[in-house]
Nanobody, 113 residues
Framework: QVQLVESGGGLVQPGGSLRLSCAAS????????MSWYRQAPGKERELVAK???????NYADSVKGRFTISRDNAKNAAYLQMNSLKPEDTAVYYC???????WGQGTQVTVSS
């Protein structure tokens, strides 16, 4: 079955960086689109970035120019490099297989001084 394990979150100061990782299994990773979502307290889960199987990438306007999504098909992994972090980026971040309603446990990102 599909399994997704996110890691790499933590506490960082405004302006700092983090790199999130998503280890995926249970499906043909190289054929799947992958996405990153986030959910802040009291808010709905929102799409942050997505990358298709062919490498087409899209970002939410709020993270364009600061976040970079990537994938490594050899490692069945997706990544989210987050730079110039802001307090409003604080949330639990989840990776997702596009088209499959399966979520991992998420990884907490807190941006605070």
């Amino acid at each position: 079955q599909v399994q997704l394990v996110e890691s790499g979150g933590g506490l960082v100061q405004p302006g700092g960086s983090l790199r999130l990782s998503c280890a995926a299994s249970g499906f043909t990773f190289s054929s799947a689109g992958m996405s990153w979502y986030r959910q802040a307290p009291g808010k709905e889960r929102e799409l942050v970035a997505k990358i298709s199987a062919g490498g087409t990438i899209n970002y939410a306007d709020s993270v364009k120019g600061r976040f970079t999504i990537s994938r490594d098909n050899a490692k069945n992994a997706a990544y989210l490099q987050m730079n110039s972090l802001k307090p409003e980026d604080t949330a639990v971040y989840y990776c997702n297989v596009i088209g499959i309603a399966k979520w991992g446990q998420g990884t907490q990102v807190t941006v605070s001084s």
